[in-house]
């Protein structure tokens, strides 16, 4: 019997003509100029160079926090006919999307046109791709919604203020059944490779189950995005960027050399 052939998913196909699908370019626009705005005050200092692979974990959340208070002083780029004038990017930490463009109503509720989910990836770390894990169900993702990694090195290599790389952008939607065909249909596995998703998984709906469940998680391997392929070309041009006129992966290969000495 021939095994079925599982059509490869393609990104969602959005209406030219409905407001959020100029919105989406735009702020996709804006977060290509992203290195040309983004100004940080935190300072690095008297870091020990094997520590550096660990910046992800001590300043991600920062990192993140000051690429939406950037997106918000950006204004004319992806708002520049003030068309949506009462509306802001708010970061919502432990739920997704974690970054909503909304407006709050005279009745106290939020109008939310799209959302974000945004990443910060290290660009020394000793992974050599972001290694973040992305579970969330299809559902929960409205056509318009972004997956967004934004790469970010210290201004001397070694120590200084955080600088950003033009980051990568996808479609919320289309990363999530990408990662569940890829789990279940491309992924090489004897173990089960089932998912589970929540039936009433729906998007904006804050804190309430959102998230994909595989039967065997294999390692914890779950939304390891950076495994699935999809972003191996992008991953590779961010190692061939030089920092201070030497490649990163240069760099993350002196300082994997050193750590353990």
Not at 9 to 26: G, H, S, Y
Not at 163 to 179: F, N, Y
């Amino acid at each position: 019997m021939r095994e079925e052939v599982v059509p490869v998913p393609e990104p969602p196909r959005l209406d030219p003509d409905d407001p959020r699908t100029m919105l989406r370019d735009r702020v996709q626009d804006a977060l290509l100029a992203l290195p040309g705005y983004f100004d940080s005050t935190t300072n690095i200092e008297g870091l020990a160079a094997t520590d550096l692979f660990s910046l992800n974990t001590v300043l991600g959340a920062t990192i993140e926090v000051q690429v939406v208070q950037t997106l918000n002083r950006m204004r004319d780029v992806w708002d520049p006919n003030d068309e949506w004038t009462l509306h802001r990017f708010d970061r919502q930490a432990q739920t997704f999307p974690d970054v909503l463009f909304r407006c709050r109503k005279s009745t106290g509720e939020y109008d939310t046109a799209l959302g974000v989910e945004l990443k910060g990836w290290y660009m020394l770390a000793k992974e050599r791709e972001p290694s973040f894990r992305y579970r969330v169900a299809p559902g929960a993702c409205a056509d318009w919604d972004l997956l967004v990694v934004v790469p970010w090195h210290l201004s001397n290599v070694l120590s200084g203020v955080p600088r950003v790389s033009a980051p990568a952008c996808w479609s919320a939607k289309h990363i999530a059944e990408h990662r569940n065909h890829w789990w279940s249909h491309i992924r090489e596995t004897e173990l089960d490779a089932s998912i589970e998703s929540p039936a009433e998984a729906a998007p904006y709906m804050g804190r309430d189950n959102t998230s994909d469940k595989p039967a065997k998680d294999g390692g914890g391997n779950f939304g390891r995005i950076a495994r699935t392929g999809i972003m191996d070309d992008w991953v590779r041009e961010i190692l061939d960027e030089p920092l201070a006129g030497i490649p990163v992966d240069s760099w993350i290969n002196f300082l994997k050399q050193h750590e353990s000495q």
